[in-house]
Each structure stands twice: as structure tokens, then as C-alpha cells.
């Protein structure tokens, strides 16, 4: 037993000389070794699952206005990083490290973690916590656009954006930045 502690705080005390020294490469143009890239995989999706798992999911996320006001959320605070149907890889796209997933493809999180994962973000991959800005209504949009998306074609997005009942830029309008609430002190949820 003995032998055991001390060879864990060897292991420990090498680990930690090597984090300090910066052995570990941050760049985000040189991917990770396979057992870190497992490991921050593993961490990430266990995390979500646990946090996501008490949201409830409203029952209208196929409502089509809610999906074309998501539409809307999504060109404008989305789109760049995680693309469109027919866009090319954007330079933002290219240089992020882990790669955005490209959602017009499809995901494997239920809308509970996808709403999780929007409103919150995620450290160290570039998605921003879009709850400090917008609140669960406008996020909830954003989910049931996510859960349409792989049935569009390029020119049905368009379409869909163009239908949006208002722009991103409207739906914003009153919303005080730093609290995903409006002006008058009240959460919409």
C-alpha cells in the first residue's frame, strides 16, 4: 500500500512538473494525443448528460414558428462556426480546435443536452454560453432549429431564415447583454 501512494505521488509530482514546465501544447493548430483527446471527449459527454438530465423539454419543438425563429438565432450566432446547408467551411470554422460539429449533419445529444450545451457553452472549444445574452425561449428556438436542420436543403435554410418572424437583431432588441433578460428586471421562461 505504501508502495502504491508513493508511486501515485510520483506520477503526481512529474505530472505537475510537466504542466508547469508547459509541456502541454494549448495550440489550437496541434491536436491532442489520443489518450487526452479521449479523455476530454469522455469528461465533456458525461458532463452534459449529468447536467441536462432534470431539463424539461417543452412539447412544442415542432412548432414551425419556433423552428423559424431558431432558424433566425441560429444564421446569426451559429452559422459560422457549426455552417449551414451548401456553406463552405468558413475561416473561423477551419481554425477552431476541437472542430465545431457541423450540425447540418446531425447530432447524437437528446434536445435536453442541446439546450444544456447552448445555453450554457462549453470551456475550451470556442461555444459561447449564449444564456448570458438570450433567454430560454430564444434558446429553445435555437434547439427546435437544431432538430430540423439535417432535413434542409441550402435553399429551404434560406427559406426558413427569411420566414423567421423577426431578425436576430429584433428579437434582441430590450434584452439587457450580461442578463438573457429584458430591461425590466424579469426572466422570460
Known amino acids: 500500500m505504501v508502495a502504491l501512494a508513493a508511486g501515485a505521488l510520483l506520477v503526481a509530482t512529474v505530472g505537475i512538473a510537466l504542466l508547469h514546465m508547459g509541456s502541454f501544447d494549448v495550440a489550437a493548430d496541434t491536436p491532442h494525443s489520443q489518450p487526452v483527446f479521449w479523455l476530454m471527449n469522455t469528461v ?45 467551411r468558413t475561416e473561423i470554422s477551419w481554425g477552431l480546435y476541437p472542430r465545431a460539429p457541423e450540425l447540418r449533419r446531425g447530432s447524437n445529444l437528446t434536445p435536453a443536452e442541446e439546450f444544456w450545451v447552448v445555453k450554457h457553452g462549453l470551456k475550451m472549444t470556442g461555444m459561447p454560453a449564449w444564456g448570458v445574452t438570450h433567454d430560454d425561449e430564444l434558446l429553445w428556438d435555437v434547439v427546435a432549429f437544431l432538430r430540423k436542420l439535417p432535413e434542409l436543403s441550402a435553399d429551404q435554410y434560406r427559406e426558413l431564415v427569411r420566414s423567421a418572424p423577426m431578425s436576430h437583431d429584433e428579437m434582441m432588441q430590450g434584452m439587457e447583454m450580461g442578463t438573457g433578460q429584458d430591461r425590466g428586471d424579469h426572466p422570460h421562461q
Open 44 to 88: 465533456r459527454e458525461n458532463s452534459i448528460a449529468v447536467r441536462a438530465a432534470g431539463i424539461d423539454v417543452p412539447s412544442d419543438l415542432t412548432d414551425a414558428k419556433r423552428i423559424a425563429s431558431g432558424a433566425a438565432q441560429y444564421d446569426a450566432m451559429c452559422s459560422l462556426c457549426h455552417l449551414a446547408p451548401g456553406m463552405k
